[in-house]
């Protein structure tokens, strides 16, 4: 995949300068110097020759074939090359050149432009304005970046060239190495889901890093993703994520969701580690190039000194990674060689005097433990210890070591060397704890990534075609908002459980349709101009006799009439009362980049107070199901506590499905809410006794 850009055997470069100071010099200079071993022609109508390369007026005159072409001439010359690339038959393009899209309409335009004809031409084209690719395991350097990185495990990619030069000039601080680095640009065509395919598919790659700040076709980005995470570890920053999603929204599913949660989402839902900031990125870059991934939760800590000792186990606890207590046999064996007044239970605290022998002892001692999973060594530099004498014993204990082993040792100006030794041996040498424990932990959520079976779908009958007249109907009226009853008939369509109703229009026709329904009843009032009705005071519940059916007709009704006056009332739906059940929100709402969207939380009318909600991308797996469900904080409330019965759980499940499977079916659902699903105890199902459906044409 994307062979000739990564691999080709002849690279042009079409605006190849003599002058330094052009960028035409430098990726033709970054070629030859860095030791490409394939055919390099400098395209350049003035000049002969080029850093000792023959060169030529255009493409059309190079005597042979071209893989690569990579082009640094002004952008509305663009256009002109890339009918010279259809003609030679060079089909992999890296266009350099800035002044396209970012620039604003004319640029985006002027790309427009040359994306159309690109397609026509079978051009593939990276860029534009980017800094240009670099494979290490080809020597080829075909960017204008300042430097080469060193040959590693680590392809990156990413849509800012600016973070790609200063990720370059990190690497090359702490001899990190790179097998690919791609600056995405413009992503006219070329996006992150095949450069991550390519990487998936590249040897010399292990973890693939990348910097977005937007993902083109995200349920495509999702599968590739899928794919690829299975067989290497995806480290991903977005950028941009706090935009305010919750725009003017109708429904509480809308309010709640926001860009931010459709990345969160697809990213956990396709096995992607998102790293929250640029230092994470690095950390937990650091880690999985270097280090295997832990078998299981416990982490064990060594330090010498006890304040580290204590944030590390701070931040344990904030993870999934679990401190465990150090067991008899092992504390048996420390308490051989420690002091007395050393901590021996987690962390396991060798005292401010340990020198690196006491070190490198209860380092042996931990790794032999198998209930121990990973180790986390942390230093403050005491008088007493020699930091680079400590870093080489651990070295040399790592060598075999087949647990994942991480520094953190605090300080600067003593501990420099101990941690330059840790880098030249490919250990993650940390400034802080907590950066440490944060890389573990995302290798385990990795390690369970990696264990978790394949996705199961369930398909539900489901009565498509009245669903599909009933939106068109409601479209030819220019509606958006289905009225309750008709949000009613969907979820029927579907197979949702729903409370007995009707719609009475008179006190009496209320008492008629209360006694044949059977009491107690829930009256609430029926008007497409009511948003969330209980606000109003649209709704009562728990009616018992016919005067009250009375009542709270006459309040109901007049409550409108007083607070929104202009609202139409169809009359007041009288309800079946569900006697018990858990209020939960069931919501779908559509991402740009994603799609549909699908929201599960603790409901009833505080939802937007509590926001106790989780998200998914539809369609969701069963297993994904079970997995928003478990991701609540409220999620003990439906296990049952204070001798309280289990929730039905698998109804809560069977109707995420449902909703999902609602959602992929129909495009024009924007967005919907069922709030409440009343969840029964176990074994009783769940009923939808609110839904809001929103539709667009
Ligand atoms: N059929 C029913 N059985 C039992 N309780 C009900 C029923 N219908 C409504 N309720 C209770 O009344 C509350 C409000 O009703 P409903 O959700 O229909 O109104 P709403 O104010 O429009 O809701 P929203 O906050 O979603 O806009 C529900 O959260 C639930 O506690
Ligand atoms: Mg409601």
């Not at 007026?57 to 990579?70: G, K, Q, T």
């Not at 980005?221 to 991903?236: E, G």
């Not at 349709?513 to 009843?521: F, L």
């Not at 797996?621 to 289990?646: K, N, Q, T, W």
Request: with cysteine; hydrophobic share 45%; charged share 25%.
């Amino acid at each position: 995949m994307l062979q000739h850009f990564f691999n080709p055997s002849s690279v042009a470069v079409i605006g190849a300068s003599q002058n330094p100071a052009k960028i035409g010099y430098d990726i033709l200079n970054n070629i030859v110097q860095y030791g490409y071993g394939g055919a390099i022609y400098p395209i350049n109508p003035r000049a002969p020759e080029i850093l000792g390369h023959k060169a030529y007026p255009d493409l059309a005159s190079v005597p042979s074939e071209i893989d690569l072409a990579v082009v640094a001439v002004p952008a509305a010359a663009v256009m002109g090359v890339l009918e010279q690339c259809g003609k030679k038959g060079v089909d992999s393009l890296i266009v350099i050149t800035a002044g396209f899209k970012e620039t604003g309409p004319q640029g985006a335009r002027l790309e427009e432009e040359l994306v159309t004809r690109a397609r026509e031409l079978g051009v593939r084209v990276v860029g534009p304005n980017c800094l240009g690719i670099i494979d290490t395991a080809g020597d080829l350097n075909a960017s204008f970046a300042a430097g080469m990185p060193l040959a590693g495990r680590i392809g990156f990619f990413s849509q800012s060239g600016a973070l790609c030069v200063a990720i370059l000039d990190w690497a090359l601080g702490e001899n990190v190495g790179f097998s690919r680095f791609v600056s995405l640009g413009n992503k006219m065509d070329i996006s992150e889901t095949e450069v991550m395919l390519s990487m998936g598919q590249d040897e010399n790659t292990r973890v693939i890093l990348g910097y977005l700040e937007s993902i083109e076709d995200g349920p495509r980005f999702m599968k590739a993703a899928r794919q690829v995470s299975k067989t290497k570890p995806i480290i991903i920053i977005k950028a941009g994520t706090t935009s305010a999603g919750a725009k003017a929204a109708s429904s509480h599913t809308g309010a709640l969701a926001g860009s931010e949660h459709a990345y969160q989402a697809a990213f956990k839902q396709s096995g992607i580690i998102q790293a929250e900031s640029t230092q994470a990125l690095f950390g937990y870059a650091m880690a999985f190039a270097s280090q295997p991934l832990p078998k299981g939760r416990n982490l064990a800590i060594i330090t010498n000194s006890g304040g580290p000792g204590i944030l590390a186990a701070d931040a344990c606890d904030r993870s999934s990674l679990h401190l465990i207590p150090t067991r008899k046999e092992t504390a048996d064996r420390l308490r051989e060689f420690l002091p007395s007044t050393a901590s021996l239970y987690n962390p396991i605290d060798i005292i401010g005097d340990a020198s690196h022998e006491r070190y490198e002892k209860t380092l042996e001692v931990i790794l032999k433990d198998e209930l121990i999973h990973a180790v986390l060594i942390l230093l403050t530099p005491t008088a007493a210890v020699d930091p680079e004498a400590v870093a080489q014993g651990i070295v040399g204990l790592a060598k075999d070591a087949e647990k994942p082993i991480m520094t953190a040792f605090m300080g600067e100006k003593r501990v420099r060397g101990a941690r330059k030794i840790f880098q030249d041996h490919a250990i993650p040498a940390y400034d802080y704890p907590e950066d440490a424990v944060a890389a573990m932990d995302a290798m385990l959520s990795y390690r369970r990534w990696l264990e978790e079976p394949e996705r199961q779908h369930q398909r539900f009958e489901a009565d498509t075609g009245k669903a599909r007249k009933l939106f068109a109907s409601v479209v030819k009226q220019h509606r958006h908002d289905l009225i309750e009853s008709e949000a009613r008939e969907i979820l029927k369509a579907y197979g949702f459980r729903l409370p007995e109703s009707r719609i009475a229009r008179t006190t009496k026709g209320a008492v008629r349709a209360a006694s044949e329904i059977g009491y107690p009843v829930v009256m609430k009032i029926a008007s497409p101009d009511v948003l969330h009705k209980s606000d109003m005071g649209g709704v009562r519940v728990g009616l018992e006799t016919d005067v009250m059916v009375e009542e709270a007709f006459f309040d109901i009704t007049s409550n409108i009439q007083l607070r929104q006056p202009e609202a139409r009332i169809l009359g007041v739906m009288v309800q079946e009362m569900i006697p018990q059940g858990k209020e939960v929100i069931l919501g779908i709402t559509r991402d740009i980049q994603f799609g549909p969207m699908i929201m599960f939380g603790l409901g009833g009318i505080y939802v937007e107070v509590l926001k106790d909600v989780a998200f998914r991308i539809a369609p969701l797996s069963v297993e994904e199901a079970d997995a928003m469900i478990r991701d609540i904080r409220s999620f003990p409330l439906l296990r049952g506590v204070r001798g309280e019965a289990p929730a039905d759980i698998e109804g809560i499940r069977d109707a995420l499905l449902r909703l999902s499977q609602m959602a992929i079916d129909f495009p024009e659902i924007l967005e919907a809410d069922i709030n409440p699903l009343l969840v029964c105890p176990e074994g009783q199902g769940a009923v939808a006794v609110d839904a809001r459906l929103t539709i667009q044409e």
